[in-house]
Every structure is written in structure tokens, then in C-alpha cells.
């Protein structure tokens, strides 16, 4: 089955500006989770949504944000770029019907942003 | 708040040797254990889950509530193993019903020598 797909893999983007970065999950797939990784602070969880709704959300600024749509693609966003946003940044599928279901959670290969 | 703890950053052992890569959490409610691994150049994929009690790559992880402890353990280790091994917990609720969220550990990198 095909998996986790992320877009684009890697952006440049400079301080003050706006990005998007998409997510399709593993067909049947209803929840997205998104994850920040950094040298400093590891993996970090940002958000997760379930049937196009927001259901846990982590400890970020609200210039982060998501949505889902109803074929469960997940876009989060990233408004006013500081310098320290430069990450990999990780989203996860599961079926949420319990805890991940059989394979848990599958994550993609992450959209690496550049902020200069 | 959750939390979950690996002690160690870089471990390194020699082919065919035991090695464990110890993991502890901070959870008073009924959490869910996991571990991923992250080889070379590859996206984190899922290694081990407590409640499947599989042992996957000769890897094998017991939950233990006691010491709040979820240490993953092979017993002769190969090169390819060589990899980044992070432990996660993700929180569920009296349903059995998870929240999105998996806490991970800061990660240890095993590096395992011919």
C-alpha cells in the first residue's frame, strides 16, 4: 500500500513569510498527526486531526495551524517565518479507531524547511 | 504531564553482543508504549508496539509498571541495526481510545562495530 506522502520535501523560505505543507495519509488513514523535529528539541507534536477536526493540539504558537479535508489530506501551516522554524517537519497517519490500530502510526519523510 | 526518558544519547556495542536501550516514562494513566527506529537516510518507522508482545528483528520490549520502564533488548546485535531508536508514548483513554499524540524520547543512537 502506498504510504505516508508529504509535499514538497524540502522549501527555503525567508523571515516574516507564510508556507504550507501538505500531507496525504495512508488510504483508509482517518487521523493526521504533525510532528516538528530539531537537534534542540527533538520530536515534538503539533497537532492531529480526525474526521476534518482538530482533536489535540500541542504547545506551539497559533502561527501554526492545520486543517483536514474530507478525504483525510492534512495541510498545516505556518504564518510570519522566524528563523527558529527551521525543521523537519513530520506528519503521521492512523486509523484512530483505537490506539493507531495494528501498525500504529505511519509517519512520511517530512518536508524539510529552511528559514533565512 | 507525560514524559518519557531515554538516559542514554549514543550506545555503541559489537556485533553479536546483548544490547539494550533502556526507556522510562512518566504517565500516571494507562499509556501505550512504542518504539521506532530511524535507519540511514529512511523515514521513522515503527519497530515494536507493548500490547502486540512481537518481537520484531529479534527486537523485544516489556512494559513494566512497575519502574514505568519499556527497555527494548536483543540479545546478539547486527550491523544493521545500526540505526536511531526513539521510545514513544501515546496516551489513551478508559475506551482504549488514543488522543493523536505520541511523546517521544530525545532518541539513542546505537551504532553497532563488526
Known amino acids: 500500500k502506498a504510504g505516508v506522502t508529504q509535499t514538497p520535501r524540502y522549501l527555503i523560505k525567508t523571515r516574516g513569510q507564510q508556507v504550507t505543507l501538505s500531507c496525504s495519509p495512508i488510504s483508509g488513514h482517518r487521523s493526521v498527526s504533525w510532528y516538528q523535529q530539531t537537534p534542540g528539541q527533538g520530536l515534538q507534536f503539533l497537532f492531529e486531526?480526525?474526521?476534518?477536526?482538530?482533536?489535540n493540539k500541542g504547545n506551539f504558537p497559533g502561527r501554526f495551524s492545520g486543517r483536514q479535508f474530507s478525504n483525510s489530506r492534512s495541510e498545516m501551516n505556518v504564518s510570519t517565518l522566524e528563523l527558529g522554524d527551521s525543521a523537519l517537519y513530520l506528519c503521521a497517519s492512523s486509523l484512530a479507531t483505537g490506539t493507531g490500530g495494528e501498525d500504529g502510526y505511519t509517519f512520511g519523510s517530512g518536508t524539510r524547511l529552511t528559514v533565512v | 504531564a507525560q514524559r518519557v526518558t531515554q538516559p542514554e544519547k549514543l550506545l555503541s556495542v559489537f556485533k553479536g553482543a546483548p544490547v539494550e536501550l533502556k526507556c522510562n516514562y512518566s504517565y500516571s494513566g494507562s499509556p501505550e508504549l512504542f518504539w521506532y527506529v530511524q535507519y540511514s537516510r529512511q523515514r521513522l518507522q515503527l519497530l515494536l508496539r507493548h500490547i502486540s508482545r512481537e518481537s520484531i528483528k529479534g527486537f523485544t520490549a516489556d512494559l513494566n509498571k512497575g519502574e514505568t520502564s519499556f527497555h527494548l533488548k536483543k540479545p546478539f546485535a547486527q550491523e544493521e541495526d545500526s540505526a536511531m531508536y526513539y521510545c514513544?508514548?501515546?496516551?489513551?483513554?478508559?475506551?482504549?481510545?488514543?488522543?493523536?499524540?505520541?511523546?517521544f524520547g530525545q532518541g539513542t543512537i546505537l551504532t553497532v562495530h563488526p
Open positions: 514513544a508514548l501515546s496516551l489513551t483513554n478508559a475506551g482504549g481510545t488514543s488522543y493523536g499524540k505520541l511523546t
Open positions: 486531526y480526525f474526521s476534518e477536526t482538530q482533536r
